[in-house]
């Protein structure tokens, strides 16, 4: 139901308007609070997480481009005054899963009800319009465009989206793919420092400082 989807929808932009807002102060709190050995990693992570989420935000972009021109030929052929104002519109509002579309819609059938009333073919075919728009993005663009920038397979892509929203909702259609390469990117990182022949070596060196200092400190105990 609405009431559902609703805190779901205004936290989401919310969270997203602070993670934002505070980059740099995170990335320097983190950056602060990991140990010496794990800096350069850090520093490696931090970056591969802004560049993840960079890819997905400019492949959004693009789709946003995609829907824009789709919807805006669509209506143009349909014979709708400012298709490409509309088009745009509804391409922004496709943003916001579920409500989004439902609302781009309604505004598009305003403007049908104002310029062409009883004209049941048209609504008919903006019906379809619509539709043919949204399959485009959840089977064709979303996979294709933002799973494949950030080496997701495109039916990864899809069973995530079903999942996200099975979990959370609106919020986790929003976030489940950015989420996904994030967690992607931890796996690469953990496999990069298990693997680092510096760290190894750091870390045996710390491990026989702290057996050499306890021996010593065992053997100095008074009798």
Partial sequence: ?????????????????????????????????????????????????????????VGLMKITVLDTLIMACGLWLLGLNSPLLLGIIVAVLNWIPYLGPLLGFAIVMMVVATDFPGNLPLVYSIIGLFIMLRALDDLVFLPLIVGKSLRIHPLLTLMMFLVGEAIAGIAGLMLVIPILGIVMVLGETLEIILTDMRLQARHAYSRKMRWQAANRDLSQEPD
């Fill in 1 to 57: 139901s609405f009431a559902a989807w609703l805190p779901s929808l205004l936290l989401t932009p919310i969270i997203t308007f602070f993670l934002l807002k505070d980059h740099a102060r995170l990335r320097k709190m983190l950056g602060g609070a990991v140990p010496n050995a794990f800096f350069e990693k850090t520093l490696y992570l931090m970056h591969a997480v802004d560049r993840t989420a960079r890819i997905y935000f």
